[in-house]
């Protein structure tokens, strides 16, 4: 599943060919991905002008002038594929089946916007103007937001006995973290995903909300990670997987200069925890 570095690379590869730019036609294939499309989005999306193209958390919003905003996930296997005469270093892999194109946006420019998603986990959804949505309404600070500080995470994390892995999976407390990137952060703060999150110093968090930005920061920059589906919108894979230091990396050597330890998978809450035993505490 996409998570915020993944989607954050798409929102802006998507930048320069939506935000400004006005919806001249659109395509809809099939009635429904994970949930019912909202029956009037072409309605609703022909003719509109994005005015801005945003983030929050694991979704993609693009706000229409005058008609609300689309709000979209990606899902599982969903792609959003950028199209056009003169767009140079943007390809379509030909194992990109259109078969599974099932939203296609054309601007005044003549760009296509594509939706492809092979399994249909993903979702496109309407916010009316002025109004919220239940995916959204809950969520905590980004990890890029200057509310999410050491004193923020330090009194979220106060009494609670879970996991700090599963704490910081809890879109409630920090928005779009996921298995991958959690990982990561503890293995570079050196905290143990199993240790109770009401348990960690003060002095570790404020370590801790570091690496999570760091963490991000460098996965954003390598386009993110390419597991098995994720493209970037001009479908070049990312490539931060090259750079993981623990996740996916069971048995192998840890990474972390003088330690020794071996990498160990364990699961957490149904989903595969890794980490070295030796300098993770």
């Not at 945003?54 to 002038?65: C, N, Q, V, W």
């Not at 008609?67 to 379509?92: D, N």
């Not at 959690?182 to 570091?210: F, K, Q, T």
Request: some cysteine.
């Amino acid at each position: 599943m996409p998570e915020l570095p993944e989607v954050e690379t798409v929102r802006r590869g998507l930048l320069p060919h939506l935000e400004g730019a006005r919806i001249a036609r659109v395509q809809i294939n099939r009635p429904d991905l994970r949930w019912p499309l909202p029956v009037d989005l072409m309605q609703v999306l022909t003719g509109a002008t994005v005015t801005a193209l945003r983030r929050r958390s694991k979704y993609l919003l693009a706000d229409l002038e005058g008609r609300g905003t689309v709000l979209w996930h990606l899902g599982m296997s969903g792609r959003m594929l950028v199209e056009g005469a003169g767009l140079a270093g943007f390809h379509r892999d030909p194992g990109i089946h259109a078969r599974h194109d099932h939203v296609v946006l054309t601007t005044d420019a003549g760009t296509t916007v594509t939706f492809n998603d092979a399994r249909r986990f993903g979702m496109v959804d309407l916010i009316r103007e002025g109004a919220s949505h239940p995916l959204l309404d809950h969520l905590g600070p980004e990890p890029f937001d200057p509310v999410f500080t050491p004193a923020y995470l330090q009194a979220a994390f106060a009494g609670r006995r879970v996991p700090v892995k599963q704490a910081l999976l809890d879109q409630r407390i920090v928005a779009g973290l996921g298995n991958i990137y959690v990982s990561e952060s503890l293995w570079r703060a050196g905290i143990d995903p199993r240790r109770a999150a009401g348990r960690i110093g003060a002095a570790r968090i404020a370590v801790l909300v570091g690496h999570v930005r760091d963490v991000l920061t460098d996965a954003i920059a390598a386009g993110g990670s390419s597991l098995r589906d994720h493209r970037q919108a001009s479908g070049e894979l990312g490539y931060f997987q090259h750079s993981f230091r623990v996740y996916d990396r069971a048995g192998q050597p840890c990474l972390r200069d003088g330690c020794g330890g071996t990498i160990a998978r364990i699961v957490q809450s149904g989903r595969s925890s890794f980490y070295c035993p030796a300098c993770q505490r």
